[in-house]
């Protein structure tokens, strides 16, 4: 090697240092149930070797896009998983409809958890992802270590049922975003004053491309499953939340129709006596995009 080559080594730059990649990764995982396998997609967030995981569960027509504010501000201190439920997202259609139901998603999200190869979880769930990890943390030797439930409990009125139950499948084929914004803005006004940015975000991930305008990104057999239970009556889940064992954050928003604050504050002396919090100004249910909304949610969860 010459003098030359020496003296730029010499001077070379040191080698950056190897970091974790924290941005978002795609990936899925392969799932069975009554009527064969389907394929459950999630994104993915901080550092894939964390043994630190939340699995964050999102709403009846929602998906884990839901969760990116959230999941960018647990990155640092967490591996953050944000599956799309079967039938949403990116997530399988399933062939046979009346599949759709809670032992199929818990089945689903046992299996996410041994793909990850974690013992425990935190769990953060809005409405129907917060019943799921319910569910979970109700079972002995549950893999859930802290739960947070976002605007769901152990009743859910049967007027909120009703007021869901219409428009589950039944959105049109929108010409434009702009009108699928319009529509994703009306059906979802109990989420709050979101920013102009937030509603586009939700918009983006709510609705698909296809050969007339945009369509939602779920199955509208998810409806069909849903109307086939006649609403009669609150449903009643008072015995699952008392076998909760770990700590639990229940989130309410201060107008939401699904939530009632009666059973927010009997949340708090019953089962795992969970810590309430409620917002303001917002229905069902917060989305969890919001800085105070946010630090509620990373307060309780980094107490582990």
């Known amino acids: 090697m010459s003098l030359l ?24 995982v392969q799932c069975i149930g009554p009527h ?52 949403r997202g990116r997530s399988d259609w399933l062939g046979v409809k009346s599949d759709y139901g809670f032992p ?9 958890i041994a793909r990850l190869n974690v013992e425990k979880v935190h769990w953060v769930g809005t409405s129907m992802g917060g019943i ?13 270590s802290r739960l947070v439930l976002n605007d769901v409990g152990p009743v859910i009125t049967a007027v909120s049922l009703r007021r869901i139950g219409p428009y589950v499948g039944t959105a049109p084929v929108f010409p434009s975003m702009e009108a699928a914004e319009a529509y994703v803005r009306e059906v979802s006004a109990p989420f709050g004053p979101l920013t102009d940015a937030q509603w586009r975000h939700l918009t983006q ?12 990104v779920y199955d509208p057999g998810i409806g069909e ?20 064992r770990c700590p639990t954050l229940a989130l309410r928003g201060a107008e939401s129709d699904l939530l009632e604050h009666e059973t927010l504050e009997a949340m708090a002396v019953r089962g795992p006596k969970a810590r309430i919090v409620e917002f303001e100004g917002i229905g069902h249910a917060p989305m969890l995009m919001d800085p105070a909304q946010i630090s509620v949610v990373r307060e309780f969860l980094l107490q582990a």
């Open 225 to 244: 499953a849903f109307r086939q239970i006649p609403i009669v009556m609150d449903i009643d889940m008072w015995d699952t939340y008392e076998r909760v």
């Open 5 to 28: 080559d020496n003296l730029r080594n010499l001077f070379k730059a040191p080698p950056a240092p190897v970091r974790p990649y924290r941005g978002l990764r795609e990936g899925s």
């Open 132 to 144: 799921i990890g319910m569910l979970i943390a109700a079972q002995p030797h549950s893999p859930i």
């Open 104 to 112: 199929l998603y818990v089945a689903d999200m046992i299996t996410l």
């Open 205 to 216: 991930y709510t609705v698909r491309p296809v050969a007339d305008g945009f369509a939602m």
């Open 36 to 87: 064969g396998l389907h394929r459950m997609a999630y994104t993915e967030w901080g550092d894939r070797d964390n043994p630190r995981v939340v699995i964050c569960a999102h709403g009846l027509t929602r998906n884990g896009r839901d969760f990116d504010d959230l999941a960018i501000a647990l990155s640092d201190e967490y591996r953050v998983i944000c599956p799309d439920v079967v039938g």
